[in-house]
């Protein structure tokens, strides 16, 4: 599956970049990515030209309002994904102004990171993470521990 991963505005930090770089490094033995950066602006503008990154593709807004999924929950929710030949994901981290109400209402599926309101280069590495930790539950490997 290739996975589409849109931020709205580039790293603004080294660390954030080893940091990413260490993930995509260890990502890349499971499944393609992709990272689409977008200008900031407004935030209309914005998220038309993150509509138009996604196009049909199911997009996943990364919001403190939305589900809370525990790490299994989000292996789980990927190897259906797979299972079921989807072809590409997107998903959305917004930049200050974070998402409209309407934005979120279109996505199909709105998930929280944490209830708190992250940074958006604090918020990629944590889903870098995370999509690594549920490939590793996926395939029985000893990162994750329960």
Not at 77 to 97: M, N, P, Q, T, Y
Not at 99 to 125: E, M, N, Y
């Amino acid at each position: 599956m290739q996975w589409s991963i849109i931020t709205i505005g580039k790293p603004g930090h080294p660390w954030v970049k080893d940091a990413l770089d260490l993930y995509w490094k260890r990502l890349r033995h499971y499944a393609r990515f992709d990272h689409v950066v977008i200008k900031e602006g407004p935030l209309d503008k914005v998220e038309q030209q993150i509509q138009a990154v996604c196009g049909k593709d199911p997009c996943i807004v990364l919001d403190e309002r939305g589900r809370s999924l525990r790490s299994v929950e989000m292996a789980n929710w990927i190897e259906r994904e797979e299972v079921s030949g989807r072809k590409r994901v997107c998903l959305v981290i917004g930049g200050a102004d974070g998402h409209s109400p309407g934005f979120r209402d279109k996505a199909q599926v709105c998930w929280s990171l944490s209830h708190l309101t992250l940074q958006h280069d604090i918020a990629l590495i944590v889903l870098a993470e995370q999509i690594y930790r549920a490939y590793t539950i996926m395939r029985g490997e000893p990162y994750h521990r329960e």
